[in-house]
């Protein structure tokens, strides 16, 4: 029987061998498969840019229908959608690219006020000077964002330790 691969993008098992996987990775339908999933994440910019350089296909415009579908080489979007696609583009470049000390990851500013106080209480902690009040509400471990204070139903893992902190109960007994 042996073992069997299955391809997330192409929804498809097979048997999985090295002459196998080869053939199905390099095939046109696993590319389209995986382009298809990715364009699912692109943002609407990067589809006005597209679609703009594309011409209408008139095989879409007339019968409502193109047999290559999502490859066709021209645009099936309709005078509508794209004033809707420059809407929600123009709605984007508004807002302005967030500035991050990464390069191309925009940033949170509420994220980077708290990992600024962080770094304020960690030197502090570090120099064993005092803080002024405002900023020794809490103590460092238990100093959260706001954002993930109101994420509802968090696994215990994920979530802060009780201000007494934890208590531990030994269990000695086995099986």
Same mark, same amino acid.
């Given at each position: 029987?042996?073992?069997?691969?299955?391809?997330?993008?192409?929804?498809?098992?097979?048997?999985?061998?090295?002459?196998?996987?080869?053939?199905?990775?390099?095939?046109?339908?696993?590319? #389209?498969? %995986?382009?298809?999933?990715?364009?699912?994440?692109?943002? $609407?910019?990067?589809?006005?840019? !597209? @679609?703009?350089?594309?011409?209408?296909?008139?095989?879409?415009?007339?019968?409502?229908?193109?047999?290559?579908?999502?490859?066709?080489?021209?645009?099936?979007?309709?005078?509508?959608?794209?004033?809707?696609?420059?809407?929600?583009?123009?709605?984007?470049?508004?807002?302005?690219?967030?500035?991050?000390?990464?390069?191309?990851?925009?940033?949170?500013?509420?994220?980077?006020?708290?990992?600024?106080? #962080?770094? %304020?209480?960690?030197?502090?902690?570090?120099?064993?000077? $005092?803080?002024?009040?405002?900023? !020794? @509400?809490?103590?460092?471990?238990?100093?959260?964002?706001?954002?993930?204070?109101?994420?509802?139903?968090?696994?215990?893992?994920?979530?802060?330790?009780?201000?007494?902190?934890?208590?531990?109960?030994?269990?000695?007994?086995?099986?």
């Amino acid at each position: 029987m042996g073992k069997r691969y299955y391809c997330d993008y192409c929804e498809r098992s097979f048997q999985d061998n090295m002459h196998n996987r080869k053939k199905h990775l390099y095939g046109v339908q696993h590319h #389209r498969a %995986k382009k298809a999933w990715f364009d699912n994440f692109r943002d $609407a910019v990067a589809i006005l840019a !597209d @679609e703009q350089l594309k011409k209408p296909c008139r095989k879409f415009l007339q019968t409502g229908q193109c047999v290559f579908g999502a490859n066709c080489r021209f645009s099936h979007m309709t005078e509508r959608e794209m004033e809707h696609l420059q809407q929600l583009a123009a709605g984007s470049n508004s807002r302005g690219p967030k500035e991050s000390g990464r390069k191309g990851v925009p940033s949170d500013p509420v994220l980077d006020d708290w990992l600024a106080r #962080r770094e %304020k209480r960690r030197a502090a902690q570090d120099s064993g000077c $005092a803080l002024n009040e405002e900023e !020794d @509400e809490k103590p460092l471990g238990l100093d959260l964002p706001p954002h993930f204070r109101s994420i509802p139903d968090l696994p215990p893992s994920m979530q802060p330790p009780p201000p007494s902190g934890w208590t531990t109960t030994v269990q000695c007994q086995w099986g």
